[in-house]
């Protein structure tokens, strides 16, 4: 199934850098349509910038896409794949490391929709990958079985 990762990153970044550039740029040229236009154009370009997350049935795939244009991708299959973590990121979000033995590690945010945990749990216990899950991601676990047993 394939899955869509969130791009908090990015986009904090992008409106913080393009807020900072404006400053900037003001300064030295003032303020014009045309200064506008470029940093609105780049605006754009940052937000149109995706990422997609396959599980398959012996390989994990990993998309970069500019719209729906693929840019780069990325196959792991199990011998690639020296860990896959599971921790939390800031107060309640649920995240994956996945540590590749050669090459950048691959980081999803919240995957959409969220059964990519359980499917990820799946592939590791198949392919007898290691998994690990922090203490932290442990307690946001138990909290989501406690709320959901209390409704």
């Known amino acids: 199934?394939?899955?869509?990762?969130?791009?908090?990153?990015?986009?904090?970044?992008?409106?913080?850098?393009?807020?900072?550039?404006?400053?900037?740029?003001?300064?030295?040229?003032?303020?014009?349509?045309?200064?506008?236009?470029?940093?609105?154009?780049?605006?754009?370009?940052?937000?149109?910038?995706?990422?997609?997350?396959?599980?398959?049935?012996?390989?994990?795939?990993?998309?970069?896409?500019?719209?729906?244009?693929?840019?780069?991708?990325?196959?792991?299959?199990?011998?690639?794949?020296?860990?896959?973590?599971?921790?939390?990121?800031m107060w309640a979000k649920k995240a994956v490391m996945i540590k590749v033995k050669n090459g950048r590690n691959i980081r999803l945010v919240e995957p959409y929709p969220p059964t990519a945990f359980a499917q990820l749990m799946e592939f590791a216990d198949n392919h007898e990958v290691e998994l690990h899950k922090t203490r932290d991601y442990l307690i946001l676990e138990r909290k989501k079985e406690r709320r959901g047993s209390s409704y």
């Open 1 to 89: 199934m394939e899955y869509e990762v969130r791009t908090e990153r990015l986009s904090m970044f992008s409106i913080f850098g393009l807020i900072l550039l404006w400053n900037i740029l003001t300064d030295v040229y003032g303020a014009s349509i045309l200064l506008f236009s470029i940093l609105f154009l780049i605006m754009v370009v940052i937000s149109a910038l995706r990422y997609k997350f396959k599980v398959g049935h012996k390989q994990l795939v990993y998309r970069f896409l500019f719209f729906k244009k693929t840019i780069h991708t990325r196959k792991l299959v199990p011998s690639d794949i020296s860990q896959i973590r599971f921790i939390r990121l």
